[in-house]
């Protein structure tokens, strides 16, 4: 098996891409009936609680806290043929995310020692984070760079107010959540190769694979690995691939087609787009 075959099967393994005949994502109209019945479940389950829909239909907003609908909608669609009751299903889901702890302070009001540690960086869509008023930074193709408190059970996102109560600035708060996030991935496994096709996977699955493009020491070694400027894609957050300009022209459109294939069908969409990334910024690739 040539090099840029073998490099290819990993992708698709990683990314989950499914075969053009495969099911095909739901059209915009599924989707909002899929969200307003979630909705009414919500609104009834958590009578304290308001619940909103946002621009994008894959997400609903409960105070600052985005609630993405994706993840939900897989496990709906992979129990419409058994006999899972759906009320209980979506109760189940958000349970975790929405209980408000029995003791200590809620993480909204954390006070700054206790949530400088847990602040973490996150990509997210921009129309999605639009009304959270919260500290954010262009990131490009539509992203921003957020920041959100992260418990270990679930994360909230910093907002304004955040700020203000903590007495610290944006740029306080964007370099305590890249050093932790640095922090976090140290000796982190990749998958890669150094063949005819060198590439980059990160795929840990936490919620911040995207976002470790932001790493300066992430990107110095995928220079060192794949050459300056190199190729880059982030279809979802939970998913980033770096790749050599010098991958043969196979490699380079599977790879593209590989992107829009995740970026439709995975949870926490971001960009389809290819990413130019070098020392002086990122920018997508026409």
Request: aromatic share 8%.
């Amino acid at each position: 098996m040539r090099p840029w075959l073998k490099a290819l099967v990993v992708l698709v393994w990683m990314v989950g891409c499914r075969p053009a005949a495969g099911p095909q994502p739901p059209t915009r109209a599924e989707v909002e009936r899929f969200r307003d019945s979630v909705l009414e479940v919500l609104r009834a389950e958590y009578p304290g609680r308001r619940f909103e829909a946002t621009d994008d239909p894959w997400v609903l907003r409960s105070r600052e806290l985005p609630l993405g609908l994706q993840a939900l909608y897989a496990k709906c669609q992979l129990g419409a043929a058994g006999t899972v009751d759906r009320r209980a299903l979506i109760k189940s889901h958000f349970d975790g995310l929405l209980a408000e702890p029995h003791d200590g302070p809620v993480p909204a009001i954390l006070p700054w020692e206790r949530a400088r540690p847990l602040l973490m960086p996150q990509l997210v869509p921009a129309a999605a984070f639009e009304s959270v008023h919260g500290p954010h930074r262009p990131f490009c193709d539509g992203i921003v760079q957020a920041y959100v408190v992260d418990s270990g059970m679930h994360d909230r996102v910093v907002t304004r107010d955040d700020l203000a109560r903590w007495k610290v600035s944006t740029k306080t708060i964007e370099e305590a959540a890249l050093a932790n996030l640095e922090a976090s991935s140290s000796g982190m496994k990749l998958n890669s190769s150094d063949g005819e096709d060198p590439f980059i996977i990160v795929a840990l699955g936490d919620g911040y694979d995207a976002a470790r493009i932001l790493l300066p020491g992430f990107r110095r070694y995928a220079a060192q690995r794949l050459g300056e400027p190199f190729l880059a894609g982030v279809p979802n957050r939970d998913f980033l691939i770096a790749w050599s300009f010098r991958c043969l022209p196979e490699f380079q459109g599977r790879t593209r087609r590989a992107i829009i294939e995740d970026f439709s069908s995975q949870p926490h969409p971001l960009s389809q787009a290819v990413l130019q990334v070098s020392s002086t910024g990122i920018t997508p690739v026409d």
